[in-house]
Every structure is written in structure tokens, then in C-alpha cells.
């Protein structure tokens, strides 16, 4: 009983630990300039990020990924295209675990998360985000190791 309780204290504390790793980093960022559409050359105004591509996609939002406590690499990107969202992934690998899943949370401490997928790929590849995906509430997408509770890496949206 008491090994439990310990091995749960221990994921408990890292995932605190790593929520404000995080959270110091990244106030140390300065705030996103506007940026330009490369396909289109264009910036919505008011959200410095959304521009619509020729396809008719409008980029929502898009980060980096950064390790917690495997490698994670890759970039994630939300779009919008008639009425729906997609995750899209660009040079996208992880480290192998038992049961990867795919989160989009408010912070990493998988507040208010929404799961998107069973992680089944790595490279370039999208999915459809849940309906109740919320872009100005879930701005981080997590690769999470459901079995163990265990975050292997995230991406913060801006």
C-alpha cells in the first residue's frame, strides 16, 4: 500500500514540476508577432496568427513541441475549414511508450482536456478535433502516456 501511495506522490509532484517548468519558460517569450501566410502572403488582422491558405484552411493557431519526460519533435497546427478543426502534425516523432494518447488541455496539467486520438503515427499527418474543442481554452496539445500518467511532451498554441 505504502509503495502505491509513494509511486503516485511521485507522478503527482512531476507533473506539477513540469506544469511550472513550463510556465517559467515560457514567460520569459516575448509576445508573437504577426505572421505572415506563407501561401498567401496575408495576415488577419486581430489574431496574429489566422490567415486562410488557398485551400480555404484558416490557421487558428500553431506551436512547437518541447520534452517533458521523453523526446518529442514537431510542430502542431489548428485549422479551420468549413465549420470543422483539424490537428495537423509537420515532422512529428516521439519516443514509444505502452499507450500514447493525443490531448488538447488548457495547461499540462491536463486541466479541462479533451483526448483526440490514440497516437498511431509519427511524420506528417492530421485529425479532426472533438466538436467541444474550445481554441481559446485549449491551447496545449500533450502526448500523454495513458497507462503510466505520464506526459512525454507538449506543444503550447499561441
Avoid at 506539477?16 to 501566410?37: M, Y
Avoid at 472533438?130 to 500518467?149: D, E, M
Amino acid at each position: 500500500m505504502f509503495i502505491n501511495e509513494l509511486i503516485f506522490r511521485i507522478r503527482q509532484w512531476g507533473v506539477l514540476f513540469s506544469f511550472l517548468l513550463i510556465a517559467g519558460l515560457s514567460a520569459c517569450t516575448k509576445s508573437a508577432d504577426p505572421v505572415p501566410d506563407t501561401t498567401t502572403g496575408t495576415t488577419t488582422p486581430g489574431n496574429p496568427i489566422a490567415s486562410t491558405d488557398t485551400t480555404g484552411r484558416k490557421l487558428l493557431l500553431q506551436g512547437s513541441f518541447v520534452n517533458a519526460v521523453h523526446v518529442v519533435k514537431g510542430t502542431v497546427k489548428v485549422y479551420e475549414q468549413g465549420g470543422g478543426r483539424r490537428l495537423t502534425f509537420t515532422d512529428f516523432s516521439t519516443e514509444g511508450g505502452p499507450d500514447l494518447r493525443i490531448y488538447v488541455a488548457e495547461d499540462v496539467a491536463l486541466t479541462n482536456f479533451l483526448e483526440v486520438s490514440k497516437l498511431t503515427q509519427t511524420g506528417n499527418f492530421s485529425l479532426d478535433l472533438p466538436t467541444s474543442y474550445n481554441p481559446s481554452q485549449h491551447k496545449t496539445v500533450l502526448i500523454w502516456c495513458k497507462a503510466f500518467g505520464v506526459l512525454f511532451g507538449s506543444a503550447t498554441l499561441k
